[in-house]
Structure formats: C-alpha cells, structure tokens
C-alpha cells in the first residue's frame, strides 16, 4: 500500500499561483511515476500532470502547460506541483496520485481561483 498526503491548496485571487505538495509514504519501492488530477464541481476527474519516478520525465495536459510545473524530491518520496497564472477554470480538488503496481490516489486538496 501507498499512502499520500497533499497540502498547498487553497483560496487565491486570478493570476496568483499556488504550490500544492504530495508526500509518499508505505510500500514506496519501485515507485514508477507520480503526478496530479482535477475535479471540478460537475465534471470528470480529467489529468492534470505525469512525472516518470526514475527519469523525471514529465507531460502535461494543453490546458496547464507553460503555467504549471511539477517537481519531485526522491530522498523525501515526494511530487510538488507549482500553479502559476492561475485561471478560475483551475478552480478544482486536486488529487494526487502515485502509480506503483496499482494507481493509488491522495484524499485531495481543493483550489479555488476567485478574485
């Protein structure tokens, strides 16, 4: 089992940023890559962003690039996500997720965008 724990989220005006983090804990061996999903009030949860454990490769989904960047720490088995030029569309619950030998999900951390 892998446990997660996100923090960073709150309440931020548009064209502010935000950093959400996301820690790993338990069964974190062969831990193949870590990233973050959305859910908006009445939407799917849609990919936010991948980050590869080893090779630290990344892909993000068109709506977040160039304005969110993920970052992970491999001593501390844990993913950040910085939220730039933030928009009321990224208003969501932000959920973290690791990918072992199952997928694994955070409890989620709301942001909301609102000037």
């Known amino acids: 089992q892998v446990q997660l724990v996100e923090s960073g989220g709150g309440l931020v005006q548009p064209g502010g940023s935000l950093r959400l983090s996301c820690a790993a804990s338990?069964?974190?061996?062969?831990?193949?890559?870590m990233g973050w999903f959305r859910q908006a009030p009445g939407k799917e949860r849609e990919f936010v962003v991948y980050?590869?454990?080893?090779?630290?490769?990344?892909y993000y989904a068109d709506s977040v690039k160039g304005r969110f960047t993920v970052s992970r720490d491999n001593a501390k088995f844990t993913v950040y996500l910085q939220m730039d030029s933030l928009r009321p569309e990224d208003t969501a619950v932000y959920y973290c997720?690791?990918?072992?030998?199952?997928?694994?999900w955070g409890q989620g951390t709301q942001v909301t965008v609102s000037s």
């Open positions: 338990g069964s974190i061996f062969s831990l193949n890559a």
């Open positions: 980050i590869n454990w080893s090779a630290g490769t990344t």
């Open positions: 997720y690791a990918d072992r030998s199952s997928r694994y």
